[in-house]
């Protein structure tokens, strides 16, 4: 019998010296030890993008299932525990299944070097392959090109929601490069969606679509979605919905939702597939009201968010989304890891914040220290102090505004930290 998950995992860190070490090799080598379970998957989405890819997914989903359809998702990171990452036919991989497959996957393994993505993308892929359903919705987790979910010969259809400047160390430091990195999930002959791109990102998209004989269907050009009238409007050469707005909160998610629709559409959905699609979709983390647990008693007046954006594209969404909101003073909590661009993050937020409280990441060892996130808050132009912890900060703030908007953000290690903790 398998050892819990947990055990597993963990000891699946170990396997190799590196976190992130872009190559298909390894990957491609446990694959073919395994029986090749990736060329048994149900009909493929694969999305890549910087930022809206977890989103589009869950929106996608949405639509699916209330088709009536069996689909399985792949996302990353996890926000409170491993599980969430692997959804087959629809629910969260149950304990014995997970425990199972990533027991199988490292007696295949035969302790060779692998990593940690990897490894559990070929458990994810194992139990995909082994269970009935419609439809495979898979997330790049870095890049495109080496990531380990590109495996997948023949997909149904490619996503690219925006690309922007982030994972700078992997991707190459200019968009064109990061595009390029990102436009490698393209396959010959088969139809890509594109989300809205800066000029020199969709240049490199549309430049490999044309070697491979990929037609595109580019936001701008094929369809468009767009707010009116606090309604939804999507067009594309088929015709024009009329939709509520995403129950996913922000207008960066009409940008998200016009992807799914366009994927919804391309394979065939109807009408009310679309609407579920912008109305049922569930993805925490993203602009999401707190409505229960610790932090919430300890702020019963308030209004308390949480966000995982921990890029500049990700701040200027929130940004946009605060702007949006009735008019308050918002205070943040802020914690970051020490790969990203605070200051590109920050800049946005500064026209937003009343104040922002740094607090470090728990367990985290890639954390930016509070004293270094406040002094990257204060170069851009928002008041900073430091706190312990999150409830700490809350309590604080609480106690001197005690109606206070509060929005908790800066990364999604710190976002699962927060859901974990608060139930």
């Not at 170069?379 to 102090?385: L, Q, T």
Request: glycine residues 10%; contains cysteine.
């Amino acid at each position: 019998m398998p050892q819990p998950s947990d055990t597993i995992l963990t000891r699946l860190m170990t396997l190799h010296p590196k976190v992130i070490d872009l190559t298909l090799d390894r990957v491609e080598r446990l694959l073919v030890a395994l029986g090749h379970p990736e060329r048994a998957l149900p009909p493929v989405i694969h999305i890549a993008g910087t930022n809206g890819k977890g989103s589009t997914l869950a929106m996608l989903r949405a639509g699916m299932e209330a088709s009536g359809k069996r689909v399985h998702a792949y996302t990353s990171p996890h926000l409170a525990r491993f599980h969430e990452r692997i959804r087959l036919a629809g629910a969260i991989i149950p304990e014995p299944m997970l425990a199972a497959l990533l027991d199988e996957c490292e007696a295949a393994n035969l302790g060779q070097p692998i990593t940690f993505f990897e490894i559990t993308t070929c458990a994810a892929f194992l139990g995909f392959a082994r269970t009935a359903a419609d439809y495979t919705l898979l997330e790049v987790g870095l890049g495109g090109r080496l990531d380990a979910t590109n495996v997948v010969a023949q997909p149904a259809l490619t996503i690219i929601t925006p690309v922007s400047i982030d994972h700078q160390q992997y991707l190459g430091e200019t968009l064109p490069e990061i595009a390029g990195e990102k436009a490698g999930i393209l396959k010959r002959g088969v139809a890509c969606i594109v989300g809205p791109q800066q000029p020199e990102a969709l240049a490199v998209i549309e430049a490999r679509a044309a070697r491979l004989g990929a037609p595109l269907c580019v936001h701008g050009q094929h369809w468009h979605a767009f707010e009116e009238r606090g309604r939804l409007v999507f067009q594309d050469e088929t015709g024009l919905l009329d939709l509520p707005l995403p129950n996913l909160p922000g207008p960066h998610q009409i940008e998200n939702a016009g992807a799914a629709l366009a994927a919804l559409r391309h394979l065939g959905f109807d009408g009310s597939a679309c609407e579920a699609a912008v109305t049922r979709a569930e993805w925490p983390a993203r602009m999401q009201r707190l409505t229960r647990g610790p932090l919430v008693e300890a702020a019963p007046k308030a209004e308390l968010w949480l966000d995982g954006g921990h890029n500049p594209a990700g701040g200027q969404a929130i940004a946009t989304t605060l702007a949006r909101l009735p008019r308050r003073p918002t205070h943040l909590i802020v914690g970051m890891l020490n790969t990203k661009d605070i200051a590109g993050y920050m800049r946005p937020l500064a026209g937003q914040a009343a104040t922002l409280t740094a607090v470090s990441i728990p367990g985290e060892p890639n954390t930016l220290s509070a004293d270094a996130t406040m002094a990257a808050a204060r170069a851009a132009g928002i008041p900073a102090s430091t706190a312990e912890s999150v409830l700490a900060a809350v309590r604080a703030l609480v106690a001197a505004e005690p109606r206070a908007r509060i929005l908790i953000c800066g990364s999604l290690y710190l976002a699962g930290g927060v859901l974990r903790e608060n139930g």
